[in-house]
């Protein structure tokens, strides 16, 4: 069973950034997917971005692109997600999640359970205009 441990998440203005992390305990993060999904308040849960096992190819969500990059490091067996440009709309609980495999864009972007098996418990981000 893979735990996801989210940490990173505050309260920043528009405009700032953030930067969330995502470590896995007992397998190393190259086994897997990973990606992060938000789920803003009163809101349905929401692709934001994946990358694949080697992070060679990763996809975001319309919302995100220009602004958010996922990234890995492998030596410290945890990924990243680098927001900057916040918006009072980016706003929600991230929560970090793994996949035994690795879909293509429009599977991730239709919602359901984003082709994740593994999931944190999420982190809040709050963004203050």
């Known amino acids: 069973q893979v735990q996801l441990v989210e940490s990173g998440g505050g309260l920043v203005q528009a405009g700032g950034s953030l930067r969330l992390s995502c470590a896995p305990s007992g397998r190393a993060i190259n086994n897997y997917a990973m990606g992060w999904i938000r789920q803003a308040p009163g809101k349905e849960r929401e692709f934001v971005t994946v990358?694949?096992?080697?992070?060679?190819?990763?996809y975001y969500a319309d919302s995100v692109k220009g602004r958010f990059t996922i990234s890995r490091d492998t030596a410290m067996n945890t990924v990243y997600l680098q927001m900057n440009s916040l918006k009072v709309e980016d706003t929600a609980v991230y929560y970090c999640a793994a996949g035994e495999a690795f879909y293509s864009e429009t599977y991730y972007t239709r919602g359901g359970d984003f082709g994740m098996e593994y999931w944190g418990k999420g982190t809040l981000v709050t963004v203050s205009s």
């Open positions: 990358s694949n096992r080697s992070g060679g190819t990763t």
